[in-house]
Nanobody, 126 residues
Framework: VQLQASGGGLVQPGGYLRLSCTASGFTLDYYAIGWFRQAPGKDREFVAATNWDGSYRYYVNMAKGRFTISRDNEKNMVTLQMNRLNPDDTAVYYC????????????????????WGQGTQVTVSS
């Protein structure tokens, strides 16, 4: 199982980025997929997750109203649209997969997901 996050970069405060998570060698269709981030010197933290068909989306408080997680199972891809970015959003962003079809928030908050992807750096700076 290989997950790859992409789409990071340098953006000015107030700007936006769209991150993508793709899979190699298997289909994401049946699994909950989500995003974490890790800022320098801080623990990795949960950001958002969606269930197997995208009908349920869970966001942590700081992501509500700014971030949108979505998935396109035909493209085998999950995206994280991030708007109104601020310097506190600077971090390496990771996508992850849980073997469950549903989102169990305790699993995600406790980082007990089954697979991690490589991260993509997001830097918010003027």
């Amino acid at each position: 199982v290989q997950l790859q996050a992409s789409g990071g970069g340098l953006v000015q405060p107030g700007g936006y980025l769209r991150l993508s998570c793709t899979a190699s060698g298997f289909t994401l269709d049946y699994y909950a997929i989500g995003w974490f981030r890790q800022a320098p010197g801080k623990d990795r933290e949960f950001v958002a997750a969606t269930n197997w068909d995208g009908s349920y989306r869970y966001y942590v408080n700081m992501a509500k109203g700014r971030f949108t997680i979505s998935r396109d199972n035909e493209k085998n891809m999950v995206t994280l649209q991030m708007n109104r970015l601020n310097p506190d959003d600077t971090a390496v962003y990771y996508c992850a997969m849980d073997n469950s079809a549903a989102v169990y928030d305790s699993i995600w908050y406790q980082k007990r997901v089954d697979y991690w992807g490589q991260g993509t750096q997001v830097t918010v700076s003027s």
